[in-house]
């Protein structure tokens, strides 16, 4: 059973998380083959209404997230050059397998 995870990145903006996209794409390209690897299957950003920004994650399990997370330790600089002002905080959520699923 897979979970999705939402990581809330609290004072980053899209403006900023794009800029940071192109100045640190090598790393964040490390970072996504680094993920792949030890279990997210899929990963999205996206902007809320009030211009904040979240992660979207599809991991084999919030185990497997939270040793990733805890791990990386190129995520941090990233998150800053992005504008983090705190620690990113995640949700987790177990899928529920459905046969209207896709």
């Not at 690897?37 to 979240?54: I, L, Y």
């Not at 992660?55 to 990733?68: H, I, K, M, Q």
């Amino acid at each position: 059973m897979t979970v999705i995870v939402i990581t809330s990145l609290h004072g980053v903006t899209a403006d900023g998380l794009r800029e940071t996209n192109r100045s640190h794409d090598a790393t964040m390209q490390r970072i996504v083959e680094d993920a792949r690897s030890k279990g997210c299957r899929h990963h999205v950003f996206a902007e809320a209404e009030d211009g904040s920004v979240v992660v979207f994650d599809e991991w084999t399990s919030r185990e497997d997230f939270e040793a990733f997370f805890g791990g990386q330790r190129e995520i941090p600089d990233v998150m800053r050059a992005a504008g983090a002002t705190a620690t990113p905080t995640a949700a987790s959520y177990r899928v529920i397998e459905t046969t209207d699923s896709y």
